[in-house]
């Protein structure tokens, strides 16, 4: 058994072992306490499990979370795109979706749009 041995102010020494169950740590966005079971510290090869940033359920859930998709933002990274010299697959996916500009695209096709083009990039970048 593996434990924890700790000097209270009074001098008494507590013992107790450390299970899956016993093991702690505060979540590094909210401080909240979760329960950490070192064990999956381990296997997710966690370089010091003693000095290791965990973050809770609803907190990663939330850095999952993607932003809503608007016009603004497709019309923001389409110019970006072409500043960079994607101009061609740009009016290509445009053809494709049968509009002459970004801004006709109707707000249920933005996000298949900004998927399809990041595959169209990624497509020539590795092919290039
Ligand atoms: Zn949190």
């Not at 924890?4 to 979540?27: E, H």
């Not at 973050?55 to 859930?61: H, L, M, T, Y």
């Not at 994607?86 to 049968?98: A, I, T, V």
């Not at 249920?108 to 990041?118: A, K, S, W």
């Amino acid at each position: 058994m593996i434990y924890t041995k700790t000097k209270l102010k009074d001098g008494a020494i507590v013992c107790g072992p450390v299970t899956a169950k016993s093991t702690y740590t505060r979540c590094a966005v909210c401080g909240k306490e979760i329960q950490m079971d070192l064990r999956e510290l381990i296997l997710a090869g966690a370089q010091d499990p003693y000095d290791t940033e965990v973050n809770c359920a609803e907190c990663s859930a939330k850095m999952m979370h993607r932003g809503d998709i608007n016009i603004d933002i497709v019309i923001r990274l389409t110019d970006v795109l072409r500043d960079i010299g994607y101009g061609m697959e740009l009016h290509g996916l445009c053809e494709d979706f049968e509009v002459e500009d970004v801004r006709d695209l109707a707000p249920e096709e933005y996000e298949l749009f900004v998927d399809e083009l990041i595959d169209k990039i990624s497509e020539v970048r590795h092919a290039g």
